[in-house]
């Protein structure tokens, strides 16, 4: 029902992406993403199979009975993208409602048992944006998700899941150290979509530095889970943003060729910018 272009994609490059030392299945992974994405057009989290006796769900950084959170609302979803972590058997994938009767913006991070021979699914961890939220408007943010491409990276210019990983914790760190400014690989062209504001305007010379912090002396990102796609350049950070009020926060990093391209955050605080703390 959900197999759409980029999921085709994804399936048609499988065998471009580097072997995964985890014993997780890529289509079980996918099978529980389209679960998910199943569920949230039913309003319910019925379609939802394999999962652990362990598991727990977490909505906008708290513990939540699953059918109390966004599965109480029917969504028709405009557009979601999928990156998969096979190393630590996880996938994230942002969804966009812009034409439900309440849209919703939302990013959620699918976490599998790897040693379990089923990859039973033990935490979904979700941040969800609604109106209200922070630089809100589901249909702005989908107007310039649909204009991006992230196809997948062939495997020369892929870069390793620790480069990733260190270049998205050098981003979240810039609130609290301005040295990690210097650690941020940036890139040109480069477009940030913060909720629904858009720094890229389709220049070469478009840079994601526009509106970094300049007081470094702010409460840290902290409590940061991860999802990394090194076959899509990608790396998926769910965080606590403390100088915004312990603000539930998504950062999904976009790199190519060693330097950051694209940037796509979820932040749930009403009324507040980059320049807060400032």
Same mark, same amino acid.
């Given at each position: ?31 529980? $993403?389209?679960? /998910? ?27 939540? =009975?699953? %059918?109390?959170?966004? /599965? ?17 058997? !996880? +996938? ?12 919703? =913006?939302?990013?959620?991070?699918? &976490? ?5 021979? #089923? ?10 944006? +609604?109106? @209200? ?9 989908? &107007? ?39 650690? =941020? ?10 909720? !629904? $504001? ?11 530095? %526009? ?10 990102? !902290?409590?940061?889970? #991860?999802? %990394? ?7 998926? $950070?769910?965080?606590?943003?403390? &100088?915004? @009020?312990?603000?539930?926060? !998504? ?11 694209? =940037? &796509?955050?979820?932040? $749930? %605080? @009403? ?8």
């Amino acid at each position: 029902m959900f197999a759409f272009t980029f999921r085709q994609a994804l399936f048609l490059a499988s065998t471009l992406l580097p072997t995964a030392t985890a014993a997780c299945n890529r289509s079980s992974l996918l099978l529980t $993403v389209d679960q /998910f994405l199943l569920g949230l057009t039913m309003g319910q989290a019925g379609p939802l199979e394999n999962i652990a006796d362990d598991f727990v769900y977490i909505e906008n950084n708290k513990p939540a =009975v699953i %059918v109390s959170g966004i /599965f109480n609302n029917i969504l028709k979803i405009d557009f979601n993208r999928t990156i998969i972590d096979l190393t630590t058997c !996880s +996938t994230f994938t942002e969804v966009i409602s812009s034409t439900s009767f309440k849209p919703f =913006v939302l990013g959620a991070q699918i &976490h599998h048992h790897p040693t379990d021979k #089923y990859n039973s699914v033990y935490k979904i961890d979700t941040i969800v944006s +609604t109106t @209200g939220s922070w630089f809100f408007n589901a249909s702005q943010t989908l &107007h310039y998700a649909l204009q991006e491409a992230w196809p997948v990276i062939s495997p020369a210019r892929q870069d390793t899941r620790q480069f990733l990983q260190k270049a998205a914790d050098a981003y979240l760190d810039m609130w609290h150290n301005k040295s990690a400014i210097d650690a =941020v690989p940036w890139g040109t062209p480069c477009a940030r979509l913060e909720g !629904s $504001v858009y720094t890229g305007k389709g220049r070469p010379d478009d840079s994601c530095k %526009v509106g970094i912090p300049t007081n470094n002396t702010q409460p840290p990102n !902290s409590d940061r889970r #991860y999802v %990394v796609d090194e076959g899509m350049g990608t790396v998926s $950070v769910l965080c606590n943003f403390e &100088h915004l @009020g312990n603000a539930p926060d !998504s950062h999904l990093f976009r790199l190519e060729g060693g330097r950051l391209r694209f =940037v &796509h955050t979820i932040t $749930v %605080v @009403g009324g507040f910018g980059w320049s807060v703390g400032r």
